[in-house]
């Protein structure tokens, strides 16, 4: 059974960054996707993040238009990890961020139900 760990969530200000780590154990995830999807409070749960397999040590990463340029996904198979780099927080980046893994198509990487594995949970709160 796979498990997946999340941590690195916070309070931090307009402007601020924040890294968050996902962790998983119960099997080796190196030709899974991994990526991150966040829920604010009375929306829906939305896409953010992922980085898929291509094959061998074929690696994609994908964003939500929202965090181009402010979030870098980065993962390291050897650690079972996956993390979120996220620079330039804003009010509306606040969420709670869940990490997750399975395995979607190169046109379906942001869908939700394509992903088997999910985490429980961190808050990411950006507030002056």
């Known amino acids: 059974q796979v498990q997946l760990v999340e941590s690195g969530g916070g309070l931090v200000q307009p402007g601020a960054s924040l890294r968050l780590s996902c962790a998983a154990s119960g099997r080796t995830l190196s030709s899974y996707g991994m990526g991150w999807f966040r829920q604010a409070p009375g929306k829906e749960r939305a896409f953010v993040a992922t980085?898929?397999?291509?094959?061998?040590?074929?690696?994609?990463?994908y964003y939500a238009d929202s965090v181009k340029g402010r979030f870098t996904i980065s993962r390291d198979n050897a650690k079972n990890t996956v993390d979120l780099q996220m620079n330039s927080l804003k009010p509306e980046d606040t969420a709670v961020y869940y990490c997750a893994a399975g395995r979607p198509g190169p046109n379906d990487y942001h869908t939700d139900y394509k992903y088997a594995y999910w985490g429980q949970g961190t808050q990411v709160t950006v507030s002056s």
């Open positions: 980085t898929t397999w291509g094959g061998g040590s074929t690696y994609y990463a």
